[in-house]
C-alpha cells in the first residue's frame, strides 16, 4: 500500500500536467495553467492593483499622460490574440526605472522609465512586452507549476488523510504581489519579445527601436552603479533584474516573430517629448527632494546639506549619503508618541538609539535654535573598524531628527569639519521657503548652435552626476555632440 502511495504521489505532478495543458492562442505552444484559470487572473489582478500603487507612490497624477499612455498600451492589446481582455494601463509616480504586469491584463510603467524613453516607439516597446506575458500566460503558467510541485510534495500525507488538493495548496491570495512580480524564466522572456515585436509591427512600429531602448537601460543601469559605488545597482524589482536581455535575444525575437516590418514605421518622438515635457523628474516631493548636495523636505519644513563628494540616496524613510572610502550619513526621523516620550536627548542616545554602542563625550548641543545631542564610538565591523557619530535634534515635541555618521578612522579627521557643517547645515524652513519648494522636472529644449552637452548639463541640479544623467537621458555617447534643432531632455528646478 505504502509502495502505491509513493508511486501515485510521484506521478501526480505528471499527470496534472498532461491533463491541464492547452495550446496558447499567442505562443501556438502547450501552456499548463491549469491551477489560474482566466477568471483568476483577472481577480488577482483586481486584488493587487491597489497594493501595487500604495507601494509604488500611486498614480502619477498628470492626467493627459496617462491617457496618452493607456491609448499607446490599448492600441497594442488590440492587435494581441486576446483582443477583447481588458488592459489596465497606470504610469506610476516611482522615479525608479522600471514596467511589470500582473495577470489579468495590469500594466504599469514608472514615470522614471518614461524619462528614460525617447519616443512613442520606444515606449510601445515597453508597453509590448509586458503585453506578450499577459498574453502568455506566464504567471499562470509558473503558479500553477508550483502548485504541482508541492502536490508532489505532500500528496503522501494527504493521501492518508482526505482526498483533493491539500489545505494551503493553490491559494492564490497566499501567493502575493511580489510572487507575481518575480522574474520570468529564460523562454518566457524570449517569448514576451516574441509577442511584443509581433504587437509592435502590427501597430506599425519598428521593434528594433527594442535594441536602442536596451542600450539606455544598460547605460543607466550604469549610471546607477556609479552612483551607488558598485558594479551592480541592487534594485530587487529593477527591469534589469526582472526582465535579463540583450541584444542579440531581441534580434532573435525579431526573427522569430515573423512579421513584415512597416513600410513606413511610427516613431512618434516629437509627440512623445511633448507629452513628457514638465513630467517631474526624482524624487517625489512627498518623500523630500534631493537637489545635488541640498535635501529638501516641503511637508515636514526641513533642509540640510552633505559635504562634497557625497551622493544621496533617498527612500521611504530614510536618506543616505555615500562618500569616498567607505564614509557615510544616514538620516531618518522618529516621531509621534516615542519622540514625545523623550525626555532628555543625551539619555535617548545612551539608553535608546545607542545602546547598543559604547558612547563617548555625549554632550548637548543647540542646532539653529534646536536641541540636539551627539555622542560618538568606534565599532568592529567586517569591513574594518569604522568610527561612528550619532546626533538627535529635536525640532519639536513629537519629532526627533536624527544623523549617522560613519567613517574608516583614516578619514575621520579629514571629514570632521565637513560632517559639522552637514550638523549646522540643518535647518527649518520658513512657510514660504516650504511652500515655494517644487520637485524637478523633465524640460524638453531645441538645440541650439554651439550648444555642448557639458554646457546644458552644467544647468541641471543633479551634482556632479549632472553630464552622466544628461548624456542617459538622451542615450547619448560621451563627447557625443549635439545636433543643432534637435530636442533633447533636461532637468530643471
Given amino acids: 500500500?505504502?509502495?502505491?502511495?509513493?508511486?501515485?504521489?510521484l506521478g501526480l505532478p505528471l499527470l496534472l500536467a498532461l491533463a491541464g495543458c492547452t495550446v496558447n492562442p499567442a505562443t501556438g505552444k502547450q501552456s499548463f495553467t491549469t491551477f489560474m484559470s482566466p477568471a483568476d487572473e483577472k481577480a488577482v489582478g483586481r486584488e493587487e492593483h491597489p497594493k501595487i500603487l500604495e507601494k509604488s507612490g500611486g498614480a502619477y497624477g498628470d492626467r493627459d499622460l496617462g491617457v496618452y499612455v493607456r491609448f499607446v498600451g490599448e492600441s497594442l492589446a488590440r492587435v494581441s490574440e486576446t483582443p477583447d481582455l481588458s488592459f489596465t494601463f497606470t504610469v506610476l509616480n516611482d522615479p525608479k526605472v522600471n514596467a511589470f504586469a500582473l495577470p489579468g491584463g495590469y500594466v504599469y510603467v514608472t514615470r522614471g522609465l518614461l524619462a528614460l524613453a525617447d519616443s512613442e516607439a520606444e515606449m510601445a516597446g515597453?508597453?509590448?512586452?509586458?503585453?506578450?506575458?499577459?498574453?502568455?500566460?506566464?504567471?499562470?503558467e509558473r503558479y500553477s507549476q508550483a502548485v504541482a510541485a508541492n502536490l508532489g510534495l505532500t500528496i503522501l500525507g494527504a493521501l492518508g488523510s482526505t482526498?483533493?488538493?491539500?489545505?494551503?495548496?493553490?491559494?492564490?491570495?497566499?501567493?502575493?504581489?511580489?510572487?507575481?512580480?518575480?522574474?520570468?524564466?529564460?523562454?518566457?522572456?524570449?517569448?514576451?519579445?516574441?509577442?511584443?515585436?509581433?504587437?509592435?509591427?502590427?501597430?506599425?512600429?519598428?521593434?528594433?527601436?527594442?535594441?536602442?531602448?536596451?542600450?539606455?537601460?544598460?547605460?543607466?543601469?550604469?549610471?546607477?552603479?556609479?552612483?551607488?559605488?558598485?558594479?551592480?545597482?541592487?534594485?530587487?524589482?529593477?527591469?534589469?533584474?526582472?526582465?535579463?536581455?540583450?541584444?542579440?535575444?531581441?534580434?532573435?525575437?525579431?526573427?522569430?516573430?515573423?512579421?513584415?516590418p512597416a513600410a513606413r514605421p511610427r516613431v512618434g518622438r516629437d509627440a512623445?517629448?511633448?507629452?513628457?515635457?514638465?513630467?517631474?523628474?526624482?524624487?517625489?516631493?512627498?518623500?523630500?527632494?534631493?537637489?545635488?548636495?541640498?535635501?529638501?523636505?516641503?511637508?515636514?519644513?526641513?533642509?540640510?546639506?552633505?559635504?562634497?563628494?557625497?551622493?544621496?540616496?533617498?527612500?521611504?524613510?530614510?536618506?543616505?549619503?555615500?562618500?569616498?572610502?567607505?564614509?557615510?550619513?544616514?538620516?531618518?526621523?522618529?516621531?509621534?508618541?516615542a519622540a514625545r516620550?523623550?525626555?532628555?536627548?543625551?539619555?535617548?542616545l545612551v539608553r535608546d538609539w545607542g545602546s547598543r554602542l559604547s558612547l563617548r563625550a555625549v554632550e548637548r548641543i543647540t542646532i539653529n535654535g534646536m536641541e540636539a545631542a551627539t555622542g560618538r564610538d568606534r565599532l568592529q565591523t567586517r569591513a574594518g573598524p569604522r568610527d561612528v557619530r550619532i546626533l538627535a535634534i529635536r525640532e519639536r515635541p513629537d519629532r526627533i531628527y536624527r544623523f549617522l555618521f560613519i567613517t574608516p578612522p583614516s578619514l575621520t579627521a579629514g571629514l570632521t569639519n565637513e560632517f559639522k557643517r552637514t550638523t549646522y547645515s540643518f535647518r527649518r524652513l520658513s512657510p514660504q521657503e516650504a511652500s515655494s519648494i517644487r520637485p524637478l522636472r523633465l524640460n524638453v529644449v531645441t538645440v541650439r548652435p554651439g550648444d555642448t552637452a557639458k554646457a546644458l548639463a552644467a544647468r541641471m541640479p543633479l551634482g556632479q552626476f549632472s553630464l552622466a544623467w544628461f548624456e542617459?537621458?538622451?542615450?547619448?555617447?560621451?563627447g557625443q555632440p549635439l545636433v543643432p534643432g534637435r530636442k533633447v531632455k533636461v532637468v530643471v528646478d
Avoid: C, W
Fill in 163 to 260: 482526498a483533493g488538493v491539500p489545505t494551503g495548496l493553490g491559494d492564490l491570495a497566499s501567493f502575493g504581489a511580489e510572487a507575481y512580480l518575480q522574474g520570468f524564466s529564460r523562454e518566457q522572456e524570449m517569448e514576451a519579445d516574441m509577442l511584443g515585436v509581433r504587437y509592435m509591427t502590427r501597430a506599425g512600429y519598428d521593434p528594433r527601436v527594442m535594441i536602442s531602448f536596451l542600450r539606455k537601460l544598460q547605460g543607466h543601469d550604469a549610471l546607477e552603479a556609479a552612483l551607488s559605488g558598485k558594479r551592480k545597482a541592487a534594485d530587487r524589482f529593477h527591469i534589469m533584474s526582472t526582465h535579463p536581455r540583450t541584444a542579440d535575444r531581441i534580434a532573435q525575437a525579431i526573427k522569430l516573430a515573423k512579421v513584415r
Fill in 126 to 140: 515597453v508597453l509590448a512586452h509586458e503585453i506578450g506575458h499577459v498574453v502568455a500566460r506566464h504567471t499562470a
Fill in 472 to 478: 542617459t537621458l538622451n542615450g547619448l555617447g560621451g
Fill in 341 to 348: 516620550r523623550v525626555r532628555s536627548l543625551p539619555a535617548y
Fill in 1 to 9: 500500500m505504502n509502495r502505491l502511495i509513493r508511486t501515485v504521489a
Fill in 272 to 337: 512623445y517629448l511633448a507629452r513628457i515635457d514638465g513630467m517631474v523628474f526624482g524624487d517625489p516631493a512627498k518623500q523630500g527632494i534631493r537637489k545635488g548636495r541640498v535635501f529638501v523636505h516641503p511637508q515636514l519644513a526641513i533642509r540640510f546639506t552633505v559635504p562634497p563628494g557625497f551622493v544621496m540616496f533617498n527612500a521611504p524613510g530614510q536618506v543616505v549619503a555615500r562618500g569616498p572610502g567607505g564614509a557615510a550619513i544616514a538620516f531618518d526621523v522618529q516621531h509621534g508618541p
